[in-house]
């Protein structure tokens, strides 16, 4: 502020708004990283022009996505709502055509075991409590070992395990229990050293101490829920339900998805339902929970075009999961002339 006076009054320049929708829009059009969309738009003219950047520089890829994390799921839903709009008042589509399809989004995470998931809850314990010990500078009121790093015994239980299941056998089997009692030992001794930790937080007010605290809430029950799955799948044998389930400590949305696919039965995602009109625009997208029927999804998808074009489809189709006699019946008394619903 000494050298830039105005800077408490009216602050540093920002981002215009349509910079950030151009270059978001062709991040995920070329499905470029933010730091290559940065460069590419950088290096071309015609990019720079597109973005309305013109001769100014460019934002940093950084703040590029501090921006992208401020969209909310409901303001895109109204942005491409607004898209339509447009879309329909150029005549660019009608809505006379209707497709409707299923995909899993696949989460960007490690194949989840349970003693890989183990192995990171004690890695990122351990971190929160190395950038804990820096902060509450007052160790000698805690245990001796609490804020041990219990990382590399982990990681070394973890490769028994895996040694361990590539073996056939009742001593294999035996090896695998034994290794995982004590991965599961370690992991909870990680989370009684956070809840120490976290109780001695609670009295720090900085923004750092506030920010550990924070982590710490958010991973140990993430961690907690991991070691109370591993107990009932691998020491009681029970077959957890995927609902119940926890496959990623860092995205615990992702839902596990049996499609029955050959190349890939199981994937870890959520499940994205889309529409589809004439001239390939996405007229609608739902983020479905779990793993619903793709046949529930057809009525939703007439309901919701109706409701946008002010009128049926002509033509409305969809893959063989989509097919029942009700569905079909369905879009007739809607009005479509035209129902497209292979049978399985």
Known sequence: SQRHPK???TGRNSTPVEVIERMLAL????????????RFVSDSLVLRWFCRIYLNPVCDSKTLLRWANLIQPNTLRLFNRRLDA???ELKLTRGRKLRTDGMVVETNI???TDSSLLADGVRVLSRLLKGAK?????????AADTFRDRNRSARKAARRIHEASRRRGEEASAHVQEAYRR???????SVAQARRVLAALKGHKDKRAQKLKADLERFIPRVEQVIAQTRRRVFEGEKVPASEKIVSLFEPHTEVICRGKANKPVEFGRKVWLEEVEGGIVSDYRILKGNPSDKEQWR???DHHV????QPPYLASGDRGVYSASNEAYAERMGVKRVILPQP
């Open 7 to 9: 800077t408490l009054i």
């Open 27 to 38: 991040k995920h059009l070329y499905n470029w990283s933010y730091a290559d969309t940065v």
């Open 86 to 88: 447009i879309a329909f």
């Open 110 to 112: 490690h194949h989840p």
């Open 134 to 142: 820096a902060v509450l500078q007052q160790g000698a009121q805690l």
């Open 183 to 189: 991965l599961v030992r370690i992991t909870q001794a």
């Open 300 to 302: 939703p998808s007439l």
């Open 307 to 310: 409701e946008l074009f002010g």
